[in-house]
């Protein structure tokens, strides 16, 4: 085991007793894969891990434990979603003990696949820079650059930006290169026709499982989500791209401003559709208008929660 | 009504009830010629909408949609104007990632005495769309994801 | 005796061309970097090289039908009378499901009962099953998710096929197991094989001598039973649980539905389409009661079904065909094997703890 797994653990045994329960991850059913951990024994503290296979943000479980005391292990990407809901006073600073943990990348196992082309997996080890993949074929060395999930090449801290505690043995950047292509660097490159087919085509392989939304730390309304809902109603309950894409609007407007682009809405699919690039190009978009980005300031108002009467960004309309 | 076949393309627009529903009006008793293609959605404030109107008008076959509210400051509600501004602007990103060519949403803010610039509006932006043609729909193929697996009786 | 033909690989796509002509083909293909159930389509070709992430229930229940067409008109005499016209849409033309694994063939027999049984037959569903034939290719090993073995099954199982496929050399061979195989069979892609009947069988075999020996998830009904009330159990089970979809719509044997009226205007249809008993809203009643309300609730009742409750009313059979797909698919990982493997061992320490 890792030193600074063993630090973690230390950290979260001294402050277990004042706490309720303590959110972090441990193996899931393969080396490759991660659960989240709730700790609130000794015995399940045993149980926790960490490392690159450990993708889940955690901080989407805070909202519906508001009102308990919770630890939480956060990476950089996650401090920023804790940080908006903060914002948005959808959790309460004193409740929450932030266990800090820099983070050198998150793999996302999908790449992994296509590194290895579509060859079944039986297990990846992960080096200094490199990931050792083994398939029925044999072993592959792929540039932990390659695989990691799109999220972390626009890393906007590797050390969270708010914690309580912090584990000290970390260090290392992950990225070694240019970031390669993303899905919305691609979408970009399209013309709006080709785009349009291109989300008609991902739409009509979506299951629509709601398990982008679900997994979505901002998506707070879930039993009462427009998607379902018979009045108003926005949605029909058909199978159809028409409907699905509209589903996916919806989600995107509804973060707009909000979005911290931890890329778990794109890591949940289970049909592997980029539902991530959407909320990308409105941050874009975003910090453009407003300069503003999500989960960065505990004392700030997301953009779409206000206005000013001059808009420094926007040029006054005219009739053409 | 039945769009006229080849004549008419479907443009939405959202005006608020109190300048540009008025402008609109003006422009009317003014009896300024434009065209019909426009179909006007009344709202209390540009701030009441909803920038998912648009894209679901978008979606469900629209050309064309127009938002238009009361000048900056004017705004009869104060600031519905204002969060109107934000929110269409963000708006107009979503749609060009999406695939729905940017020019065919426009928003303006069109006064209740500006029945000339309201007619000016309308006849452009119709121009604009007829330039454009019809949006790109859905393809019917993809639509047969409604029934996999086994074809039905109609 | 029946009927064996060859099918080599590179025959299948023009098979599959031909029997498009006249009926629906359903097949797994990649689709982006995923592999569905889905109409065979040549530019696309089929994937049968892994299990698909979709399963191929849609065949018979797909993800959204439609019941009947309504419209509204009203009547001249009376006038303050509306008539309302109603169009069934039953489904018709005949259907081949192409590539299905033993999991996914086995489970449709799980519809059956619930679908086509002896007090109520869904008229939708009967016309799809009747038209529809199930050529199933047989699992040349599992996955570390596949559990097919512990659920009564295994990867060459035949249960619920027309056309049971083996890997063979450069193709497959292919047997008729009923006569709607045996039609299918006749078809001039395939080759004559009768003397493959025996290395197709030899061949299932060496993939049976490596299936594990492990424990069987059958006969459940009592430990759940005694878990019912230990809701703290399911609570701690479901914790990481998110209430989304994905392992449901990707299950095999799943099957519950959701009726709702679309209406445009003057007319509208009414359709079926997939429901999810993770979501919170699955039981939500009218009155604003939800006789499950939580996640423990939820996860108790997933469990419980597909082990316990479904088993009780046919037979001993269970609702789940060890496919894996919810665990490879989930989220946040949840594991059903652990879940119910914990279940087990908690039920034991319960009764043991009854009889100090």
């Known amino acids: 085991m890792s030193q600074h797994t063993l630090e973690l653990r230390k950290l979260i045994a001294e402050a277990l007793p004042g706490l309720d329960v303590v959110l972090a991850w441990t193996s899931g059913f393969s080396p490759m894969t991660s659960t989240p951990l709730f700790i609130a024994t000794d015995e399940d503290l045993d149980r926790l ?34 940080i908006e809901l903060l914002q ?58 390659n695989v990691l999930m799109d999220k972390c090449y626009s890393c906007q801290s590797q050390t969270p930006l708010i914690h309580d505690h912090m584990v000290t043995e970390r260090t290392g950047c992950h990225l070694t290169g240019e970031a390669p292509e993303s899905s919305l660097d691609r979408l970009d490159a399209m013309e709006p026709a080709a785009r349009f087919a291109f989300w008609e085509e991902s739409m009509d392989r979506c299951i629509r499982c709601y398990a982008c939304r679900n997994a979505c730390p901002l998506c707070v309304c879930k039993d009462s989500c427009v998607a379902q809902s018979r009045d108003p109603h926005w949605l029909d309950q058909s199978d159809t791209p028409r409907e699905k894409l509209m589903f996916q609007a919806i989600h995107a407007l509804h973060t707009a401003g909000r979005c911290t682009e931890c890329g778990e809405c794109e890591r949940a699919c289970p049909m592997g559709i980029p539902v991530l690039a959407m909320k990308q190009a409105l941050n874009r978009r975003i910090k453009h208008l407003f300069d503003y980005q999500a989960g960065m300031d505990e004392e700030s108002t997301p953009p779409l929660f206000m206005f000013r009467q001059q808009e420094e960004h926007i040029k006054e309309r005219d009739a053409r | 009504m039945p769009v006229l076949e080849g004549k008419e393309l479907r443009i939405v627009g959202f005006l608020c009830n109190w300048c540009s529903y008025g402008g609109a009006d003006t422009a009317g008793v003014g009896r300024f010629a434009q065209p019909t293609d426009l179909r006007v959605i009344k709202l209390p404030c540009t701030g009441r909408v909803n920038p998912l109107f648009v ?80 949006a790109t729909s859905f393809s019917s193929c993809a639509a047969v994801a409604v029934e996999t697996g086994m074809k039905t009786a109609i | 005796m029946s009927t064996v033909r060859f099918l080599k690989a590179r025959d299948i796509a023009p098979w599959l061309e031909e029997l498009s002509r006249d009926r629906t083909v359903l097949a797994p293909a990649q689709h982006g970097g995923t592999i569905v159930f889905c109409e065979f389509d040549p530019a696309r070709g089929v994937e049968l090289s892994q299990l698909s992430t979709t399963p191929a229930k849609r065949a018979l229940l ?3 039908e439609t019941l009947f067409e309504y419209e509204t008109t009203k009547t001249l005499e009376p006038p303050y009378k509306t008539h309302v016209e109603l169009r069934p849409t039953l489904p018709q033309g005949k259907a081949v499901v192409f590539g299905a694994r033993p999991c996914d063939a086995r489970a449709m027999q799980i519809f059956d009962r619930v679908y086509n049984g002896e007090q109520v037959k869904d008229p939708y569903y009967t016309a799809r099953r009747n038209n529809a034939t199930i050529v199933t290719l047989a699992c040349s090993e599992q996955d570390d998710t596949c559990f097919c073995d512990r659920v009564g099954g295994s990867p060459v199982d035949a249960t619920g096929s027309d056309v049971l496929l083996t890997p063979l050399k450069a193709g497959y061979v292919a047997e008729a197991l009923t006569p709607k195989g045996e039609e299918l069979l006749q078809s001039t892609s395939f080759m004559k094989a009768e003397g493959l009947r025996q290395e197709a069988l030899n061949a299932r075999n060496r993939i049976l001598e490596h299936v594990p020996e492990r424990s069987s998830f059958l006969d459940m009904e009592r430990n759940l039973l005694s878990l019912f009330g230990d809701l703290g159990f399911w609570d701690k089970t479901a914790e990481a649980c998110l209430s989304c979809g994905a392992c449901t719509y990707l299950c095999p044997t799943c099957y ?14 009414r359709i079926r389409t997939w429901d999810n008993c993770m979501s919170s809203q699955f039981t939500l009643e009218g009155s604003g009661h939800n006789p499950r309300p939580t996640k423990a609730h939820r996860m108790r009742n997933r469990i419980g079904h597909k082990f316990s409750y479904y088993p009780q009313l046919h037979d001993k059979t269970l609702a789940c065909v060890g496919c894996g797909r919810c665990v490879s698919n989930c989220p946040v990982s949840f594991d059903i094997r652990n879940a119910v493997a914990c279940a087990i061992q908690q039920a034991d320490a319960a009764r043991e703890h009854a009889h100090d």
Request: proline fraction near 4%.
């Open chain 2, 55 to 134: 894209v679901r008008a978008f979606l469900n076959g629209a050309d064309g949609v127009l938002v238009s509210g009361c000048h900056p400051g004017d705004c009869h509600y104060t600031a519905g104007n204002f969060y109107a501004r934000r929110r269409l602007e963000v708006l107009r990103e979503l749609l060009d990632v999406m695939g729905i060519q940017p020019e065919r949403f426009h928003y303006t803010w069109v006064s209740a005495s500006e029945g000339q610039k309201w007619k000016q509006v309308v006849s452009d932006f119709t121009a604009r769309i007829h330039e454009l043609g019809p």
């Open chain 1, 49 to 82: 891990d960490f490392g690159p296979m450990h993708v889940q943000n955690l901080a989407a479980y805070l909202p519906s434990l508001k009102g308990r005391k919770v630890g939480i292990v956060t990476r950089g990407c996650d401090s920023r979603t804790i």
């Open chain 1, 88 to 145: 948005e006073n959808l959790i309460n600073r004193d409740e929450i003990t932030i266990f800090g943990i820099s983070c050198t990348g998150a793999i996302n196992i999908r790449k992994v696949r296509e590194a290895v082309g579509g060859e079944k997996l039986r297990s990846v080890e992960t080096g200094k820079d490199i990931v050792s993949v083994t398939t029925d074929e044999g072993t592959h060395t792929v540039p932990l650059h």
């Open chain 3, 256 to 269: 519950c539905f959701n009726i709702t009226d679309e209406t445009r205007g003057e007319s509208g249809r």
């Open chain 3, 62 to 64: 797909p993800p959204c």
